[in-house]
């Protein structure tokens, strides 16, 4: 896998002398499902934004497919990394869904047909084509992530960043949302996930890195993360529910597992 974002050494302060990235390094592969965890204010979105060049390093480099942010402009870059807000009315603006949509691919200058043909096709991904001429402002909070995910992918970007994309969403929403983004995954889209869902991280993420003071405190697999308890504590994050209850049951690995399938292995198949 090639990689896509590479981060070396970078260090980041909003004002002086409180420094919220310290000596990040990392590499982001093509394909990767990757999910960013760690406490309130522990540097997860002042990371994912130098993904897309929103923030510069105060010193290191960031890297997108081989050339240093500081050397591209945002418009540039968010058509290669695309950002989705955590609250997605940050990013709707616009009367209808259709022409919230096209604002990106107008943006970029694309001829009248191919907008509109970006347009349908990020509509359907998100399952909103029967709604393109209704006013955004109105849907539902589910509605209005999907929205602001179907902005970003009529871009067509590389890699999608997703900010916390299930914060207010009630159980059927956020199964919604993340089923919309395995799929972006399936289809090729290089995964980034801010979150504080650790049942998520466990069903979707390939990848978890662990943030704590800005720094970079755990990189690795679910199962390899979950089972650092120390790391977990330092970082005020709790291993799931599902990976607490099948360790204390004696399963080695509980992540891939559902609950039915746990509870068969425990308690036999005559459940
Ligand atoms: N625009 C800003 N100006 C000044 N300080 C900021 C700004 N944005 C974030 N910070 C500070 O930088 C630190 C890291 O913030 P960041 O939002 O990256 O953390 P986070 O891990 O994403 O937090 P959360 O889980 O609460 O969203 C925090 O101390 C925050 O207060």
């Given at each position: ?215 970079l405190l755990c990189d690795g697999d679910p199962v390899h993360v979950f089972s650092q308890t120390q790391v977990l504590a330092a970082a005020q994050v709790e291993a799931p529910a599902i990976y607490r209850f099948g360790k204390a049951a004696g399963i080695d690995d509980p992540i891939p597992l559902t609950l039915t399938a746990m509870k068969k ?7």
């Amino acid at each position: 896998m090639s990689v896509v974002i590479e981060l070396n050494d970078v260090w980041y302060s909003y004002e002086k002398e409180k420094l919220v990235l310290q000596g990040v390094s990392l590499q982001l592969k093509q394909g990767e499902f990757v999910a960013i965890i760690g406490g309130n204010g522990s540097g997860k979105t002042t990371l994912a934004k130098h993904c897309n060049g929103l923030y510069k390093p105060t010193q290191g480099t960031v890297k997108v497919n081989g050339l240093d942010t500081k050397t591209m402009s945002v418009a540039q870059l968010s058509r290669i990394v695309a950002y989705c807000y955590q609250n997605p009315d940050h990013q709707i603006f616009h009367s209808t869904i259709k022409a919230e949509v096209a604002f990106g691919p107008k943006n970029m200058g694309w001829p009248p047909e191919k907008i509109e043909q970006a347009v349908a096709e990020a509509l359907a991904a998100v399952g909103l084509s029967d709604k393109g001429d209704e006013e955004p402002h109105f849907s539902s909070k589910g509605t209005r992530q999907k929205i602001a995910v179907a902005s970003i992918l009529a871009m067509k970007p590389q890699v999608i960043v997703l900010d916390e994309p299930t914060t207010g969403l009630d159980y059927r929403g956020m199964q919604e949302m993340m089923e919309l983004v395995r799929h972006l995954h399936a289809e090729g889209h290089t995964i980034i996930v801010i979150t504080h869902d650790m049942r998520l991280v466990a069903e979707y993420a390939q990848r978890v890195i662990v943030m704590h003071k800005g720094k970079l405190l755990c990189d690795g697999d679910p199962v390899h993360v979950f089972s650092q308890t120390q790391v977990l504590a330092a970082a005020q994050v709790e291993a799931p529910a599902i990976y607490r209850f099948g360790k204390a049951a004696g399963i080695d690995d509980p992540i891939p597992l559902t609950l039915t399938a746990m509870k068969k292995q425990v308690l036999g198949e005559g459940i």
